[in-house]
């Protein structure tokens, strides 16, 4: 086992990692693939035993569909994306105290019960699929949190490295579409899981021979907050605090720098989550047969699978920012901060267009929505983790990233009150109340712009009392 990272491998742990995320990293956001499966084996079907209820163009199918079994499999997908939060949040403080190879190995034993637990789902154990998808989730997003520490070892080029982590984690997508197509085929569910759980075992070959015990250090990064003055006094007790304490990574967690960036992640990830767990109900209730709702979860399913190209891009493009704006300014905040103001009012901009397409109900309309779907999960995820490498120092990266996700996902639970408020109220309604939510979040980078500008006209960098 190693103590330290060798530089010298670091495109080789760039691959590596980049595999483990699109095995095992976001199996949650396969969704749609996998509720399928679910609804076709019948799972919750003695929900819709009143066909009063039911969605006449599925009548006398296991695939039927009625408001009871839909909101339970909805609160599955609610659950589990709330455990993304947790387990990021979790075994980032793991990873704080103890270390990567902990955290990873904790991870990967959480992650095969999981999938353990789903391949055991019945349809006279049905509850089995709340703790599997939740533990699958829980285990698979600390892969992604802890190889985002690779980053650190390219001197140029981190934005890009965070985007091709980012795209790996999107195209998880694809294992739960495999598993689709291989139920079509006749493996089953349980084979399939089983498999999955089998081969998650590679991952210890990262977590004791590629990444250190402890954590990848930026060798260009102190543990000051940006935005502080020679002269500030809280420099002088930050510099008598052992680095890595909980009273300095509380201090970054106040800055206001990381208060707007988590209300702008936690908006969007709300417009998405509520997107992708309503996504099977909103095609049974505009399509007309089971067929055409399996052609447009495939659709939907091969256009995530296109986050392993935009997310690189969306690294690409922050980094051509990083490079159009070196050495703009006197002050190590706003020469850090410009260039991230364009890519976050673009994440924005993607959720706006893709909130206000989805006010048209049309099948027809579905294409563009699934594109500025795949538009905003990259951008939001890669943007927002280079903001938190970039702002913030090396130490605290998995932890931050732990307690954002956290947040973001604990907000992401209203996502289940506004399906219930889709069903009982015009859908429009909901959908009109997130466009205005999405479009609150360009505060996020213009306020950031303003500090940046009002940075510029100081001699010195000056506080943050925002």
């Known amino acids: 086992m190693i103590t330290t990272a060798n530089p010298r491998l670091r495109h080789l742990y760039v691959v590596w990692a980049a595999l483990e995320n699109v095995g095992f990293g976001g199996l949650v956001y396969g969704w749609g693939s996998l509720v399928y499966v679910l609804r076709d084996e019948g799972l919750y079907l003695d ?53 990567t190879r902990m955290s990873r190995i904790i991870a990967s034993l959480v992650f095969m019960i999981g999938a353990f637990m789903i391949a055991g789902v019945t349809n006279d154990t049905p509850w089995l699929i709340f703790p599997g998808l939740s533990c699958a989730a829980f285990g698979g997003i600390a892969f992604l949190t802890t190889n985002y520490q690779i980053a650190n070892l390219f001197t140029v080029g981190r934005g890009a490295v965070v985007g091709i982590l980012n795209g790996a984690f999107d195209s998880s997508d694809g294992i739960q579409l495999m598993i689709k197509f291989g139920y079509e085929s006749g493996v089953s569910r349980r084979t399939s899981f089983l498999v999955l759980a089998c081969a998650h075992t590679l991952t210890f070959v990262s977590t004791c021979f590629f990444l250190p015990k402890d954590y990848i250090h930026s060798p260009h990064q102190t543990s000051e907050p940006l935005d502080w003055d020679q002269k500030d006094p809280r420099r002088k007790q930050s510099a008598a605090e052992p680095e890595g304490s909980f009273r300095h990574l509380f201090r970054h967690l106040c800055s206001s720098r990381y208060l707007l960036h988590l209300c702008w992640l936690s908006v969007l990830y709300l417009r998405f989550s509520a997107f992708l767990g309503s996504m ?16 447009f979860t495939n659709i939907l399913l091969y256009t995530m699978m296109g986050g392993i190209v935009t997310s690189p891009l969306s690294g690409a493009f922050l980094e051509l920012n990083v490079i159009c704006f070196k050495n703009c300014s006197r002050s190590a905040f706003a020469q850090t901060m410009k260039p991230l103001v364009i890519p976050l009012a673009l994440a924005t901009t993607f959720g706006a267009v893709m909130s206000t397409l989805v006010l048209f109900e049309n099948p027809s309309n579905l294409y563009a929505v699934f594109i500025f779907i795949l538009l905003l999960r990259s951008s939001l995820f890669t943007f927002s983790c280079a903001y938190i490498i970039h702002m913030f120092p090396s130490q605290y990266l998995v932890s931050i990233i732990g307690i954002t996700t956290l947040i973001g996902s604990s907000i992401s639970l209203f996502q289940h009150a506004i399906f219930e408020w889709s069903e009982y109220r015009p859908e429009i309604e909901a959908n009109v109340f997130l466009l205005i939510l999405t479009c609150l979040t360009y505060i996020h980078p213009t306020w950031q712009l303003i500090k940046c500008h009002k940075l510029e006209q100081q001699t010195l960098p000056g506080y943050d009392t925002i």
Do not use: I, M
């Open 47 to 99: 929900l819709c035993e009143n066909l009063t209820d039911v969605n006449p163009g599925f009548r006398n199918e296991t695939n039927k569909d009625c408001h009871a079994r839909s909101s339970k499999l909805e609160l599955v997908y609610t659950f589990a994306s709330v455990s993304v939060g947790v387990g990021s949040f979790v075994l980032g403080q793991v990873n704080l105290k103890w270390g």
């Open 280 to 295: 099977n109900r909103t095609l049974q209730r505009q399509l007309v047969s089971q067929d055409e709702v399996s052609r």
